[in-house]
């Protein structure tokens, strides 16, 4: 049963033809892409006109992404800007605390449960002139219910009186750094870092497997996925224990789940011996659309939460250094023992001091086991100078880049964590192409929104919220970014061979846009609009969702 | 539920240390938290049971892994009947235990007793000036009321004094401990640094093969300051608490780590007397002796 579909325009990624009109399916593969009667010469077909006026490119490939958003859409979003939801609507972006309150209010409205949790997601002060939200402000929407919302960057969490109450910490006395407290020694309501957001945001909702997501969150992360055009997804971290892996084998098999999901075993918390136990058990579990067996290392904390490791200078306003969170001898015994066992790891460094610590121990690993084709891949790396892609590229790492954060927090990072040099050569995607180094860009979902289409407008325009562009010369240009957001990131996860371009025998899997991303204008490449996709040669309207 | 922050690099003997609390309990129940199981090699005879994430352990002990997730781990652990006498709480080697212990502070079940940093007198100077590691091992020993020279049999008497004082500059006001194997009194590893709850270990006599207790019956009175002063100059003394009757006939609380003490007004109904704790040999102690 072969169908040909007839489009306006098939990107392919292909650069032997990079343009077609049709595209062949059969299985749920290609047969091929180019003119129709090039096609016909497979046999009988059925000529599908359905996407006749759109634009076929290669399915999206988000190469760091959680399911958490899934699970993050049940609770109120009061983000900054606006934000389309698993069902499609756009919540719109609120540009003031009364505007936040106001939408809390709502939702406390709607609520039978007078003592339920109302928790909020996605707040961002910066865009509030750094105004604080206080748990007198968060009292305004209920104090006999817990309120609590969670920042953008996911390190900060604001609360109500009544949430501190249920904690036990309504009380004067506190002396914790991550613990402001207010002028009558109580605490504003601003909790800072995960130990001291754990004991309150259990009482708003915010509970321990937060960053592993659920059935349903699952599934509403599927359906954002076919919204913005992806049809394969990282889960970048999770603990995977079986209960979990049970449930996301169970919902990925489901004949209408849309999307390829490769979730990634995370570090902490066991040793070295048991992860590389873990994961090669993992391994066993993979499937078509859930593909287990790679491991994500965290090595260090975030720059805007000054937790990640420098370089010196370090911090542009004198921040102490950051945080550690494996140790050199762990993360060279978790690179060795994946060489020799065939692994395949992603490492999370943010500082450039963290950065050069993964270099040095591949380096050291390599030599003890030289592998030819490891990907190994740094994630974020968003500080990396010009020497250590040099160096990445010479040890045959990938990297990933968080082409997002410099418009979200481009301004913070210029005027407060590095200054402007160093500010300017955040997430240098130029140069790491310059150096040959296999790259992706990022959203990090749901630290910034799921959408590669405006990951990729990030890195070509490299425009901070506030309207400036910082790093002229690290811009890429439209080419590239596509390149990066469909076979550069299918790349990072070994995937390039059945994904990332439309080509004889590879998936069936493309994003079906309205707009033509190559002839829109870098600078509107935001704007391409998204019918759906299809994966396996299944075909997912957004519209039907 | 008192808790002790046990931190300190990999390979400084945290989990020698953890492991001979257990064995050295004498009663106390005590519930240890460690990041994950590793290397903990507890004998299999302890064990009485064995569901994953906790290991009950006999005489009523317990080992949890807390995996990522430190707060929830005591959330869970404060819910436990009976519930433990104490907490030890071991970091792991890069984490910086004054954090750990700023978090634990905030959850009103628990109440931090101290923070115990081990050293690897082998290597400790080597890991202060790693290119990655140095500020890391650094805030460590600053965060630290007591620091374990740990490993101190293997390196040489010459080294052993050039350390001390090196640690000492590094700490802030950390008493410092010459330990072998991770050996050490449990009273002066989970020692209360935090508030004054009275003095529970001068009944115990318990001893190790390093440290002895000696304890003085202090009948007559005495300038309780001169004598602070005066056992703190002694270097095998690592802890003293007791009653003491002042000259004046004012009975006071001493209090002695290493080289600090402080003097308080001592609490109602409690007898003149005095426990110290040191490396063995002790030295004979006249000054108490003859008030005794």
Known sequence: ?545 | MPVTVIGGYLGSGKTTLVNHLLRNADGRRLAILVNEFGELPIDADLIEADDGDVISLTGGCVCCSYGNDLMMALMDMAKMEPRPDHIILESSGVALPGAIAGSVSLLNDYSLDGILVLTDAETVQERANDKYMADTILRQLQDANIILLNKIDLISDDKKAALNDWLQEKTQSATIIHTQNSVVPIEIALQSFEHDGGFSADRSTHSTSQFETKFFALNNSIDVKALAEELAEVPEIVRAKGFVQNEDGVLKTLQLVGQRFEITPAPNEVEAGIVVIGMKPLPELKTLAATG
């Open chain 1, 1 to 545: 049963m072969t169908t040909i579909y007839s489009a306006k325009k098939i990107i392919t990624m292909n650069p032997a033809r990079p343009e077609a009109t049709h595209v062949a399916v059969r299985d749920g593969r290609i047969l091929g892409a180019g003119s129709l009667a090039e096609l016909e010469g497979w046999g009988d077909y059925t000529l599908d006109e359905r996407f006749a006026e759109k634009v076929i490119m290669p399915g999206l490939v988000e190469g760091h992404s959680h399911a958490m958003e899934g699970t993050l859409w049940r609770y109120t979003y009061v983000g900054y800007f606006d934000r389309m939801d698993p069902n499609g609507k756009v919540w719109s972006g609120l540009d003031g605390i009364e505007g936040v309150l106001d939408r809390l209010r709502e939702a406390d409205a709607a609520m039978e449960d007078p003592d339920a949790p109302l928790p909020g997601w996605s707040l961002d002060p910066i865009y509030f002139n750094n105004e604080r939200v206080t748990r007198e402000d968060l009292d305004k929407v209920s104090t006999t219910r817990p309120v609590g919302i969670m920042h953008a960057s996911g390190h900060i969490l604001n609360v109500n009186s009544k949430a501190l109450e249920m904690a036990g910490l309504m009380k004067t006395g506190l002396n914790n750094p991550g613990v402001p407290l207010g002028k009558d020694g109580l605490p504003t309501g601003e909790l800072k870092g995960p130990d001291v957001m754990t004991p309150v945001g259990i009482h708003v909702g915010f509970d321990r497997d937060m960053l592993a997501c659920d059935e349903q969150g699952l599934v509403d992360f599927a359906k954002l996925c076919v919204r913005s055009g992806v049809t394969t997804a990282t889960d970048l971290a999770a603990r995977l224990p079986d209960e979990a892996v049970d449930m996301m084998s169970r919902v990925t098999a489901r004949e209408n789940f849309p999307t390829r999901i490769v979730p990634l075993r995370f570090h902490h918390g066991v040793t070295p011996e048991e992860l590389i136990a873990h994961v090669l058990e993992l391994k066993k579990k993979t499937s078509d659309r859930l593909r287990l067996g790679m491991i994500k290392v965290v090595v260090d904390g975030s720059i805007q939460g000054f937790s990640a490791r420098m370089r010196w200078p370090g911090y542009y306003n004198g921040a102490e250094n950051g945080l550690w969170y494996i140790s050199p001898e762990h993360l060279k015994q978790i690179i060795n023992s994946s060489l020799e066992n065939n692994i395949h790891i992603h490492t999370h460094t943010n500082g450039d001091e963290a950065t050069e610590l993964v270099l040095d121990c591949m380096e050291e690993g390599l030599l003890k086991h030289p592998s030819r084709d490891h990907r190994f891949t740094l994630q974020h790396c968003q500080l990396a100078d010009t020497a250590q892609f040099r160096r990445m590229s010479k040890l045959g790492m990938c990297v990933n880049l968080f082409a997002n954060h410099h418009f979200y927090w481009g301004d913070e990072h210029y005027n407060l964590t590095v200054g402007p040099e160093r500010a300017e050569r955040m997430n240098a995607c130029a140069t790491a192409l310059e150096n040959d180094v296999p790259m992706a860009i990022h959203s990090d979902a749901p630290i910034t929104p799921l959408g590669p289409l405006f990951t990729a407008w990030c890195a070509v325009n490299r425009l901070t919220a506030s309207g400036r562009t910082q790093g002229e010369t690290e811009k890429i240009d439209v080419d590239e970014a596509l390149y990066a957001i469909t076979l550069g990131a299918a790349y990072t996860l070994k995937l390039d061979g059945e994904v990332g371009s439309i080509e004889t025998g590879k998936r069936a899997d493309f994003a079906i846009l309205e707009d033509d991303p190559e002839s829109i204008g870098g600078e509107n490449l935001k704007d391409v609009r998204v019918w759906g996709t299809v994966q396996d040669g299944r075909i997912f309207p957004a519209s039907e969702l």
